[in-house]
């Protein structure tokens, strides 16, 4: 039987596939800057105050939208919001067509998986709390 993922469309995902689907990398909660100039977004290594890096889960998820308005929930009213999203996140990768990476929780089989191929931001990010100014934090151009 073919899984959910690759059966399904993104709008056709029940909550609790939609849930699923995310791998926990949580690259979506880093803080990125864009040059006014040119219209480039640049991502950094900053990450969101709410953000419980060791497990890629967000500790007000309940209470995401109200706490930081610009905090994306992606769900299928907004799925045009998908491209704003990193390049690995499985939603964007699903809705252009694409397989899940081996390294995803629900090929693996392990919730470490995403963490252990380095996929995640979890030893790479320091919090909005104990950052600088955020150019200070710059690590390259958001895809
Ligand atoms: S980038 Fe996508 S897959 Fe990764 S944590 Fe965010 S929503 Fe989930
Ligand atoms: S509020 Fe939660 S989901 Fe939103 S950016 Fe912060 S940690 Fe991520």
Known sequence: MANF???????????????????GCAKCCLHKVEDEDTGIIYAT????????????????????????P????????????VYFMPTTCSYRLLAKGKPL?????LISHNKESV????????????????ADDLMHHLTGEWE
């Not at 290594?45 to 930081?68: F, P």
């Not at 990476?101 to 929780?105: S, V």
């Open 5 to 23: 993922w690759e059966n399904k469309a993104l709008s056709e995902l029940t909550q609790s596939e939609w849930e699923q689907l995310c791998d």
């Open 45 to 68: 290594n900053v990450i969101c105050q709410y953000l419980d890096v060791e497990n890629g889960q967000c500790g007000q998820y309940s209470e995401r939208s109200t706490l930081v």
């Open 70 to 81: 610009e905090c994306v929930t992606l769900n299928n009213d907004n799925l045009e919001q």
């Open 101 to 105: 990476p081996e390294w995803h929780p």
């Open 115 to 130: 963490h252990e191929s380095g996929n995640s931001v979890r030893d790479k990010v320091i919090s909005e709390l104990e």
